[in-house]
C-alpha cells in the first residue's frame, strides 16, 4: 500500500495543492481536501481529526490568501489562510511535526509562534513543488525511531510492550530451561492484510508454514516439529487492540470503510516498523527473532 499525503490549502491555493498532487501521485496517495474528502452531514472539524489517523503525512500550502491587520498599531501582512494553520496544528500534533510540512509563500509574514522555525518558503510554484518533492524524499531515507508516528493510535506503545511484556520474558523463560541454542528462532510474522478475526490468520500460518499448534511454556506458539532445531512462529495478538480502537474511533460495528482499512493497514505497519527497531537493538535477543511476512 503506497504511503497516504494529506495536502491542504486555502480555496485559492488550491492549483499549486493541485501540481503537487501530481508530482507525487505515482509513489504516494494523495488526497486533497476539496476532492470529496469531508463526509455530507458532518461536521467539518471531527471528520478531520476522525480521519487524520488514515495518514503518513501531510503537506499545507500557505499562499497569500489574506491580508491581516493588527488592530493595536494598524500594522498589515500578507497571511496564509486561518485554516491552514489550524490544520497544520492538528496534523502535527497527532502525526507528529516531522511529519508535516507547511509550505509558506516568502510574500507572507509567518505567525510569530512560528519564529525561530526553518520553514520551507517558496517564492513560485516550481520551487514550491520542489520543496514538497525534496521533503518527502529525505523524510523516507531517513526515517528513524524519533521520526516515527506516535499519533492518536497507541501503535508505539502496543509495540513496546508486546517487546518487554512478551518477548523478553518469553526468551528469559527458554533462555533459563537451556532451550536456546544456534537456530532457535521466533518468527514474528506480519499479516499481509488487515483482518479482525485472529484466528483466521493463524489457521492461514499453519497451512502455509505446515505448522503444529501446541503449548510451549505459558505462551501459544505455533511450531514447526519438522525441524532439527526450535522454530517458533507467533502472529501477536495484540494487533487485534489496534484494529478495534481504529473500529472504535470510527464508530464501525462490523466491517471496514475505505478509511479503516487505511488506519489499520498504518497501524500495521507502524507497529512492525516499531518492533524492528526495538529487535535491532537489543544484541543478545535479535540473533533468537525474525521478523517475517506471512
Not at 489550524?86 to 507572507?108: N, Q, W
Not at 529525505?138 to 526515517?143: A, G
Not at 511454556?217 to 505455533?222: A, E, K, N, V
Amino acid at each position: 500500500m503506497k504511503k497516504r499525503i494529506f495536502i491542504g490549502s486555502s480555496f485559492e491555493s488550491r492549483q499549486l495543492a493541485y501540481t503537487i498532487q501530481s508530482r507525487l501521485s505515482e509513489d504516494y496517495d494523495c488526497v486533497l481536501w476539496f476532492e470529496d474528502f469531508f463526509s455530507i452531514g458532518n461536521h467539518f472539524y471531527s471528520d478531520l481529526i476522525q480521519k487524520i489517523i488514515t495518514f503518513d503525512y501531510a503537506i499545507m500550502v500557505g499562499g497569500v490568501d489574506d491580508f491581516v491587520t493588527r488592530i493595536s498599531t494598524r500594522d498589515g501582512k500578507n497571511s496564509p489562510r486561518d485554516n491552514v494553520y489550524l490544520e497544520y496544528g492538528l496534523f502535527s500534533g497527532i502525526l507528529s511535526p516531522s511529519r508535516v510540512l507547511l509550505l509558506i509563500d516568502k510574500a507572507c509574514v509567518p505567525a510569530s509562534d512560528l519564529s525561530g522555525m526553518s520553514l520551507a518558503q517558496y517564492t513560485d510554484e516550481e520551487q514550491a513543488v520542489a520543496l514538497a518533492v525534496n521533503w518527502i524524499t529525505n523524510h523516507q531515507r531517513s526515517s528513524t525511531l524519533s521520526g516515527k508516528s506516535v499519533e492518536l493510535l497507541p501503535t508505539v506503545g502496543i509495540a513496546v510492550g508486546y517487546y518487554y511484556n512478551f518477548l523478553k520474558p518469553f526468551f528469559n523463560g527458554l533462555s533459563s530451561l537451556g532451550l536456546l541454542c544456534d537456530g532457535t528462532l521466533l518468527h514474528v510474522c506480519r499479516p499481509e492484510y488487515v483482518c479482525n478475526d485472529m484466528d483466521y490468520y493463524k489457521e492461514e500460518l499453519i497451512l502455509k508454514k505446515h505448522l503444529e499448534d501446541r503449548l510451549i511454556s505459558t505462551y501459544r506458539i505455533l511450531v514447526n516439529a519438522e525441524c532439527d532445531t526450535l522454530q517458533m512462529y507467533d502472529i501477536p495478538s495484540t494487533l487485534f487492540t489496534l484494529f478495534k480502537t481504529v473500529d472504535y474511533i470510527f464508530g464501525v460495528q462490523d466491517g471496514n470503510t475505505e478509511d479503516t482499512l487505511y488506519a489499520k493497514q498504518k497501524a500495521l505497519n507502524n507497529f512492525f516498523d516499531n518492533l524492528s527497531l526495538l529487535i535491532d537493538n537489543d544484541y543478545k535477543m535479535k540473533k533468537y527473532i525474525l521478523l517475517e511476512d506471512m
